[in-house]
């Protein structure tokens, strides 16, 4: 496990607007893959900080930009009050959340001490939509997405994914029907895209965040493992 450092540093986005990212890193000169920490729909939220200095421990440049910067920045939505952060969401828009995407991965390519070649993405919830999307903006090695919930409604981009994709779905989401996420993974079929896929049967949505009553500790358990392998494998 490596010491880390963190910070909040500032993206320029191409539509002229400026989105902070949290940054979490090892410490010392030695060149490092990069990860894109994509956030929940609660903001970049201390679960989704906690998860960046998490994969920072691990050996990576964990980069979580901040999505709702044009209209909350930094918010902080809570588990309590889900339909507040749900009515947030109502404010993005494709072509700002795309900006948003790229400027991120560009920003954290350029970031001294970062293995551009070697960049992946990770999200959660929305997030897990978002790493999606990036795969298919940019060139990313890999991409993770935990219980991303629209996937299905953006089929079209499976074609253009860049990366390998890990999805880790839950049997009991409520959120996201099976028959939504095997239309997912039937669309990376059909592309002939390299997919891994996963369901935890007994587990809801949101079953990776310790913050949550959703969270479900052997689901969790065992995904942690899976994601280091699956980055290892590709971004090492």
Same mark, same amino acid.
């Given at each position: 496990?490596?010491?880390?450092?963190?910070?909040?540093?500032?993206?320029?986005?191409?539509?002229?607007?400026?989105?902070?990212?949290?940054?979490?890193?090892?410490?010392?000169?030695?060149?490092?893959? &990069?990860?894109?920490?994509?956030?929940?729909?609660?903001?970049?939220?201390?679960?989704?900080?906690?998860?960046?200095?998490?994969?920072?421990?691990?050996?990576?440049?964990?980069? =979580? /930009?901040?999505?709702?910067?044009?209209?909350? /920045?930094?918010?902080?939505?809570?588990?309590?009050?889900?339909?507040?952060?749900?009515?947030?969401?109502?404010?993005?828009?494709?072509?700002?959340?795309?900006?948003?995407?790229?400027?991120?991965?560009?920003?954290? =390519? &350029?970031?001294?001490?970062?293995?551009?070649?070697?960049?992946? #993405?990770?999200?959660?919830?929305?997030?897990?939509?978002?790493?999606?999307?990036?795969?298919?903006?940019?060139?990313?090695?890999?991409?993770?997405?935990?219980?991303?919930?629209?996937?299905?409604?953006?089929?079209?981009?499976?074609?253009?994914?860049? &990366? /390998?994709?890990?999805?880790?779905?839950?049997?009991?989401?409520?959120?996201?029907?099976?028959?939504?996420?095997?239309?997912?993974?039937?669309?990376?079929?059909? =592309?002939?895209?390299?997919?891994?896929?996963?369901?935890?049967?007994?587990?809801?949505?949101?079953?990776?965040?310790? #913050?949550?009553?959703?969270?479900?500790?052997? =689901?969790?358990?065992?995904?942690? /493992?899976?994601?280091?392998?699956?980055?290892?494998?590709?971004?090492?």
């Amino acid at each position: 496990m490596h010491s880390i450092t963190t910070e909040w540093v500032t993206v320029e986005v191409s539509d002229g607007t400026k989105m902070e990212a949290y940054v979490a890193r090892p410490e010392g000169a030695e060149a490092r893959p &990069g990860l894109l920490v994509l956030q929940e729909i609660f903001g970049v939220n201390a679960h989704i900080r906690d998860i960046a200095e998490r994969y920072a421990r691990e050996g990576y440049v964990a980069f =979580a /930009p901040d999505i709702f910067h044009r209209f909350a /920045p930094r918010y902080e939505g809570t588990y309590d009050d889900i339909p507040a952060s749900i009515a947030l969401t109502s404010n993005l828009t494709p072509d700002g959340v795309g900006a948003d995407l790229i400027a991120a991965h560009k920003h954290l =390519a &350029g970031m001294a001490g970062v293995k551009k070649e070697s960049i992946g #993405a990770i999200g959660y919830c929305m997030g897990g939509r978002l790493s999606y999307v990036t795969n298919a903006l940019v060139p990313l090695a890999a991409a993770v997405s935990y219980y991303g919930g629209g996937i299905q409604t953006q089929l079209d981009l499976a074609a253009k994914l860049a &990366g /390998p994709m890990l999805f880790f779905w839950a049997g009991k989401d409520g959120y996201i029907p099976t028959e939504a996420h095997q239309s997912v993974t039937a669309a990376l079929r059909a =592309a002939d895209k390299p997919f891994t896929s996963i369901e935890f049967s007994w587990a809801d949505h949101g079953f990776f965040c310790d #913050a949550r009553s959703n969270y479900n500790a052997q =689901a969790a358990a065992q995904a942690w /493992p899976l994601t280091l392998a699956f980055l290892k494998e590709h971004l090492r």
